[in-house]
């Protein structure tokens, strides 16, 4: 009888989908997944797979759970320091019709607005190239530009927020709760000692005036406007 333990048949990937399992909800944010490079990973990089549309799934849950809606109920199930998976099968992810659908008549569907904007923010250097061919994408990586990553960031935000069927309210609420709960204070208080202000806050809500008044959201052209 041989001692030897059977081999795990996996199909050969040059990329795979992990997540940070070490994790607080005082945080920036609660949840933080990417794709990586083939690679070995430790137990508190935990990985994800899907049976089919592999590289797609893998970006539309990506870009859904790295989106503060989602983190943000999130932290009402984290109680300590670890995201274990029990966790994360729980969280209210979106289901693939969700992407069908359109902000509104005439616009393209919830996943081809997102989908350029999640490869842009992922497709960064050479070592993802497998994933971004995977999408359809032949170019080379995008360049790391900060701001525009910040606001293509809170489009996305606000693009899930929508989704959700939350309201302007809500969005406020997530964003910024008044005391004595707390939504995302570490993120609000750096950014106001970075930036003078609760800059993702402005951000978010001018993308999700720009929806709700039937555009597509887009924070180059004025990111100023529906911060009132």
């Not at 048949?9 to 949840?31: D, G, H, V, Y």
Request: charged share 20%; aromatic share 10%.
């Amino acid at each position: 009888m041989s001692n030897m333990a059977p081999l795990l048949k996996l199909e050969p990937t040059e990329w795979i989908q992990a997540f940070r399992s070490i994790t607080n909800a005082t945080n920036e944010r609660t949840i933080i997944t990417s794709s990586l490079p083939e690679s070995g990973v430790g137990n508190s990089s935990p990985t994800m797979d899907y049976t089919e549309a592999r590289a797609f799934a893998t970006l539309l849950v990506m870009a859904n759970m790295n989106s503060l809606p989602l983190d943000w109920a999130a932290r009402l199930s984290v109680g300590g320091a670890n995201l274990n998976f029990y966790l994360v099968k729980q969280f209210p992810v979106l289901p693939p019709e969700a992407y069908l659908e359109s902000p509104s008549p005439g616009q393209p569907s919830y996943a081809q607005i997102i989908a350029p904007k999640v490869l842009e923010l992922t497709f960064t250097a050479w070592e993802l190239e497998p994933f971004a061919r995977d999408l359809g994408y032949e170019g080379p990586p995008f360049q790391w530009d900060e701001e525009r990553r910040h606001r293509l960031k809170c489009e996305l935000d606000a693009i899930y927020a929508r989704m959700y069927g939350l309201d302007r309210s809500d969005l406020e609420h997530i964003l910024d709760a008044p005391p004595p709960s707390a939504s995302f204070p570490a993120l609000k208080r750096n950014e106001i000692k970075r930036f003078g202000e609760y800059r993702t806050q402005r951000y978010v809500l001018t993308a999700f005036d720009h929806l709700q008044n039937g555009q597509l959201p887009d924070l180059r052209i004025d990111p100023g406007a529906g911060s009132a």
